[in-house]
């Protein structure tokens, strides 16, 4: 839902923007059941934060991506020099306390990273437009990039004809599934969802968009984006970030029972602390039982784009 100008663009390929493929599609239908009330609880202070002054993510760091792997988290953010967005990893043993181990990919950011058995795949955006690509790793430091996007800008008048980014993948019965953020040329963003059955091959839906913009003077009146997807309680609830008409960002709660129609919850999640008063966003999960854990980018300053004093913090959502 921002840093749009990223520096560097796709090798290949001129003409694959405005090509892509569609399907109509659900995902594995889920029982439904009473509604869940979600307490939101988040630690005090930031667990991920800012480099030294003139370190590659010394202006912001947001965006988290985490993953379990081996008895180790592995947490792949972007990281914002003044300049640049650059990917890097920061390495756990129990979510909390992060090391650092430097920039991994340079000029990609917002990814998401899914293990796949023998190795991890990351999607993020690039290029201009922005479009999502795909690296592969086995050891979270080294990767290989795919030349050119794997999910490409959408055709002329399309609701993601100018962009396609915040990507968040998930795996239901062996297929995946992206859910991201689009944006046609009134600049307004709303979320969409694909599939793919290899992870590079992938289809959108036809009846994109899945989720719209909230009416006048709500918090996700001016822009949705950063989907956040997972089951539990006989749904799938997604966390998105909205942002108003001043750019105060804040977190939104969704849930389907086919991942295609999404209903709008209530609760809205706003930061409670300095660090985090004007800006909440990036959330990625990891289920345990029926907690959430949520690692999440907050900022004092109201911007769509960088220089928020971007730093990463961690919740848990605990079903009431």
Known sequence: MRRWQVAGYWLLVVGLAGCGKYRDFALPLQSGGPSVHWKW????????????????????????SVL???????NFYSGYDGKTWHTGLATSGDGIAWHKEGQILSSALNGSAIDSS???????QAGSPVEIGLARGIDGKNWQSRGGPVLAVGPYGSWDERGVADPYVIRMGGVLYMFYLGMDRARRQRLGVAESND???????RSNPILELGEYGAFDANGLGEPAV????GYYWMLYTGR??????????????DGVRWEKLAIVIAGDQPWDSKVICDPTVITNGE??????????VARPDQNL????????LVPQ
């Open 118 to 124: 023998s190795e991890i795949l990351y999607y993020y």
């Open 309 to 316: 004093d971007g730093q990463v913090g961690l919740a848990t």
């Open 230 to 233: 997972w089951v539990s309680r």
């Open 244 to 257: 108003d008409s001043s750019e105060v960002r804040r977190l939104g709660l969704a849930r389907s029972r």
């Open 291 to 300: 907690q959430v854990t949520v690692w999440f980018g907050g900022g004092d």
């Open 41 to 64: 609880q988040a630690h005090a202070e930031p667990v991920l934060q800012r480099g030294a002054r003139g370190d590659w993510d010394a202006v912001d760091v947001l965006n988290p």
């Open 68 to 74: 379990q792997r081996g008895g180790k988290y592995f």
């Open 199 to 205: 992870g590079v091959s992938w289809y959108k839906l």
